[in-house]
């Protein structure tokens, strides 16, 4: 730059204002600002009055600065010395801006003429990178790069991958072509053949480290095509080989559940409803004295029947793989039929409602009915009357609707009014399996409801059930 271009700058005309970066020209010994164009004036935010005669590490924000000197200067002979500074603002903001220098000769005396561009927006972008690069160093998960052509040659990995894939160092893996890592290569190629058509593909498949040895992985995979260079592959492996096999655990044992679901609703509540017949026929062949053990054969074996019902409910309730299907399922109708079954299975209780059961529908499924059932006859086994009293209501808001159902028993003390929905609890004196209230709290709870106990007035135990009304 010669001398007329930098005096033109110093009075603010000519080629020095036009410049689209800052502009700032100072003494390389005393490093005293001569001269500065409007662009570096509004960078900074001083006046220029303010900035002339200034030493130029004066913009020094708190000193910081990255670079090679503590001050911005040029050995004779040097073409461009570039530093970066955090420049202070007059608002007390700061501003990151690159320095490219340069010297020249005026009348004999030496100066430096600096280009100032603001670098603030690529410091941060920088940052954000070193910030996301750590991540992908540290994530347990295999992040890649690789290039998009039949050798599917990696162009990065992290260290996640090369332990993943059992590599001695990073460069082995780098050096192994991608499609040595797939344990069939047809899968490969047709896991590739869908990121061409989808660009984003996710999928479990068997892969193997580079000894060998297999897994199961769950890659995903994007195709990358930039404007200014050649596609590649971006992806991530992860190791699901235990969750795999721990699915694959479960499904045999559903499996096996399954069966014996069909074993006890089937074969045993047969076999039972035979017996249950054939003890009704001895009814008049038995002779008096031999009635109470008649009547005990007779009550295990509807208690059995019982059993048979609740835990194929259950099994059917747990072994579902995915979550339940909910409805709107019509209130009153389910508890009117289920209300019904109770009276016939146990002609000395009452089992009646209080006040109108509102026609509303709840969110629930098919289930619903084992749910009052399973409350009903609860309230019949654990009273300690020989003609038990039973009592349901129900209200509903524009949300939820709640059914209480209430008998005259013994009650149930307060330090086991939450232990009783667990598996196995049975009530004092009970006969029942345990289940039937377990069976209630789960599918309520499935259903996005809640279920507790309250005391009756003046005895006796209430069940509530809140459930989620129906749009």
């Known amino acids: 730059m010669n001398e007329s271009t930098v005096t033109a700058g110093a009075d603010g005309g000519g080629l020095l204002e036009r410049i689209p970066d800052g502009v700032v020209v100072y003494d390389p010994d005393t490093g005293m600002i001569r001269a500065v164009n409007a662009r570096f004036v509004a960078l900074t935010g001083f006046d220029r009055e303010r900035l ?145 058509d989808t660009n984003v593909v996710t999928e479990k498949l068997e892969l193997q480290t580079l000894d060998g040895e297999s897994f199961w992985g769950l890659v995903t995979v994007c195709r990358c095509d930039p404007a200014d260079g050649d596609p590649y592959l971006d992806g991530a492996i992860k190791d699901v080989t235990e969750a795999r096999e721990y699915r694959e655990v ?38 008096e004295g031999n009635q109470p053990q008649l009547e005990t054969i007779r009550s295990r ?60 529908e709840v969110v629930a499924n098919d289930m619903l009915g084992s749910v009052f059932r399973n409350l009903l006859n609860n309230a019949v086994q654990h009273s300690d009357r020989d003609e038990p009293s039973v009592t349901v209501s129900a209200s509903a808001t524009d949300d939820a609707v709640t059914v209480r159902v209430a008998d005259d028993g013994p009650g149930i003390p307060d330090d086991r009014k939450e232990r009783v929905f667990g598996k196995g609890e049975k009530g004092i004196e009970s006969e029942g399996t345990g289940l039937g209230l377990y069976l209630v709290y789960t599918l309520v709870d499935q259903y996005g409801g809640e279920v507790w106990i309250e005391d009756n007035d003046p005895c006796g135990t209430v069940f509530v059930l809140q459930f989620e009304r129906a749009s």
């Open 52 to 196: 002339v005669g200034r030493h130029v590490a004066d913009l020094l924000a708190d000193g910081a600065r990255t670079g090679s000197a503590s001050g911005l200067t040029v050995d004779p002979g040097d073409d461009t010395t570039t530093v970066e500074w955090l420049l202070e603002r007059r608002d007390g903001g700061s501003v990151w801006a690159e320095l490219s220098a340069s010297r020249f000769e005026r009348d004999g005396e030496a100066r430096i003429v600096a280009t100032v561009r603001d670098v603030t927006d690529r410091k941060r972008r920088r940052a954000e990178l070193g910030r996301f690069e750590e991540l992908v160093e540290h994530v347990p998960t295999g992040i890649f790069r690789s290039k998009d052509d039949p050798e599917g040659t990696f162009l990065e990995a992290n260290p996640t991958m090369v332990d993943l894939f059992g590599a001695d160092s990073k460069a082995e893996l780098l050096s192994t072509p991608m499609g040595d890592i797939y344990a069939d290569p047809d899968d490969r190629q047709r896991f590739l053949d869908a990121v061409a």
């Open 250 to 287: 479960l499904e045999e044992q559903n499996e096996r559940l399954e069966l014996l679901n069909r074993i006890v609703r089937h074969d045993i509540r047969n076999d039972m409803q035979l017996v249950q017949g054939m003890t009704d026929l001895l009814d008049n062949v038995v002779a």
């Open 301 to 360: 074996t509807d208690h059995v029947i019982e059993l048979t019902d609740v835990m194929g409910d259950l099994m059917e309730t747990l072994v579902s793989e995915t979550d339940p299907t909910l409805e709107p399922v019509h209130l009153s109708y389910v508890l009117n039929q289920e209300m019904r079954e109770v009276r016939s299975s146990y002609p000395a209780a009452t089992i009646r409602t209080s006040g109108n059961v509102p026609l509303v």
